[in-house]
């Protein structure tokens, strides 16, 4: 059969099974009209079966219901349904939505003052399943949150390199193992903006293992981002020295981590080739880097260069998980080895905008760089 045919067939099972409501209570109500005996023959009937936590709003409120939940989740009437009755109980949808009824009756009364605050649209907004990490951009869930991606179909992983193969054409991609050992330091300058505002100057100094200092020159002094490897903090021209959260301090190693690449499969306990995907004017792919502890991080490579175009991780927080995007850019190379000049850091809530413009390898830095002060 051809996917049209296919679709076509679908679409005309879902309009049936949703005409086989809306027409008998359609027609239910013309009948009123004319014949009242048989109207309140027909009223003392129980016209649904199997009703438990809707049972008592008025019947002809139950499929503008419906239609709610339907709308609520981008789903249509079969997602809960089967289709030789609506009062079977058969899908697990249907049973998980009746929990979600009663949830969202609970807290709309026990937190809203009984208003309806809360809907499944709330939670929702058009998707089966919820997102619960903030977007970054709003253009697609992350695929943190879709538990079975880490376990993608067979069909959908035709076609893609292995882990092995990716990492291995990024090394290469990047320099070659050899030379990206061989770098012990790296000493960064270009400019930083936030958002739409004005450039300042930036610095960033690294050093293996995992040490780096970001700085950056504001017209009220200077603002630096440290990490020593172990433990990171922030200044500010005002104010006292504050310490990174402990759920930011393995983000900023991997940003620190000179050797990223060759480090990457040490690093996690598990990588995975999930899929291709667009960035820009790129072909991606994404492998999908995780620990038994700790969120998870996507990394896009490249598909023609291997070089890493993105990496989204989460920082873990008592609520959910913050989200950071970082996208390089522009790459060059410098004493052998490639490195990205312009890097976008995206949170939901700001831009970093860096344009490096002077790139030194092996150069020292000094050890007080990265002390606390
Ligand atoms: C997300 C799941 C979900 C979707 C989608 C959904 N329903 Fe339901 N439906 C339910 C639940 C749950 C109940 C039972 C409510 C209760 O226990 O009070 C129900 C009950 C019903 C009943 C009453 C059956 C009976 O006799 O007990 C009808 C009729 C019905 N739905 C029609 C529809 C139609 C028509 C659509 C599409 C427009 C639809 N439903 C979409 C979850 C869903
Ligand atoms: C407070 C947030 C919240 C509200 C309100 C809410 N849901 Fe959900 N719902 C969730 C979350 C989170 C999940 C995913 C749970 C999981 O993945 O285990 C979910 C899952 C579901 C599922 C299972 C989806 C699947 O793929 O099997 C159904 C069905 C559902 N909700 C229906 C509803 C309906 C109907 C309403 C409104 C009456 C509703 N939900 C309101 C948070 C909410």
Redesign the pocket.
């Known amino acids: 059969m051809s996917n049209q045919s296919r679709r076509i067939i679908r679409a005309a099972r879902v309009v049936g099974l949703t005409l086989a409501w809306i027409l008998p209570l359609f027609l239910c109500g013309v009948g009123l009209r004319e014949t009242s005996v048989n109207a309140q023959e027909k009223a003392a009937q129980p016209r649904f079966k199997n009703l438990q936590v809707l049972k008592d709003i008025p019947p002809d409120q139950l499929i503008p219901a419906m239609q709610f ?1 339907s709308a ?2 981008g789903v249509e009437c079969e ?2 349904h089967v289709h030789d009755g609506f009062d079977k109980d058969d899908k ?3 049973q ?2 009746r929990r ?2 009663q ?2 009756f609970t ?1 709309d009364a026990d937190q809203f003052h009984g208003e309806r605050a ?3 649209y ?3 907004r058009g998707s ?3 997102v ?1 990490i903030p977007m970054v951009d709003s253009t697609a869930p992350y695929v943190s949150e879709v ?1 079975s991606a880490a376990n993608p179909t067979p069909q959908a992983r035709t076609n893609l390199p292995s882990t092995d193969d990716v990492i291995e054409k990024y090394i290469g991609a990047v320099g070659g193992a050899p030379a990206i050992q061989n770098v012990s330091s790296r000493v960064e300058s270009g400019t930083v903006s936030f958002g739409v505002g004005p450039s300042f100057p930036i610095e960033i100094l690294s050093k293996s293992p995992s040490r780096q200092a970001m700085i950056v020159h504001l017209p009220a002094g200077d603002t630096s981002t440290v990490i020593d490897g172990q433990n990171g903090w922030i200044r500010s021209p005002a104010g006292p020295v504050r310490d990174m959260p402990q759920a930011d301090i393995e983000g900023a190693k991997l940003d620190a981590d000179l050797q990223f690449p060759i480090n990457v499969e040490k690093a996690f306990q598990q990588l995975k080739v999930i899929r291709t995907e667009r960035i820009s004017d790129h072909d991606a792919i994404l492998l999908f880097a995780t620990n038994a502890s700790g969120p998870p991080l996507e990394l896009y490579f490249d598909r023609e260069t291997g070089l890493l175009l993105r990496q989204l991780r989460f920082a873990s927080s008592p609520l959910g998980l913050n989200p950071t995007q970082i996208d390089y850019d522009d790459y060059k190379t410098f004493d052998g080895i490639q490195v990205p000049l312009h890097l976008v850091i995206t949170r939901p809530n700001r831009t970093l905008n860096i344009h490096l413009l002077q790139v030194k390898q092996n150069s020292p830095v000094d050890e007080a760089e990265f002390a606390r002060r």
Do not use: D, E, G, Y
């Open positions: 939940i609520s989740l997602f809960c697990p949808s249907k998980t939505a979600m009824i949830m969202m807290l809360v809907t499944c709330t939670c929702h089966a399943k919820p619960s538990r």
